[in-house]
């Protein structure tokens, strides 16, 4: 799964990952309890850049967001 998340593999930055949801809609956003522990709430993010879709998953441990899938 880490392969997937290229913020974590280091072919995306922090700031783009902040350019990618400053795009996202409300219609690119949903929420749902993680699958692993369904006492956190996962925030799913569909934004697109140029024509290309994008899929972001986090989580939120008090202020940090914590990415679990970053991909194109």
Request: net charge negative; with cysteine; aromatic share 12%.
């Amino acid at each position: 799964m880490e392969s997937k998340n290229l913020l974590a593999v280091g072919e995306v930055t922090e700031e783009f990952v902040v350019d990618l949801l400053r795009r996202c809609r409300g219609d690119q956003y949903r929420s749902s309890p993680y699958h692993h522990d369904p006492s956190v709430l996962c925030h799913q993010f569909t934004p697109e850049l140029h024509g290309a879709p994008w899929y972001l998953k986090a989580y939120f441990l008090s202020a940090k967001a914590v990415f679990i899938s970053v991909h194109g």
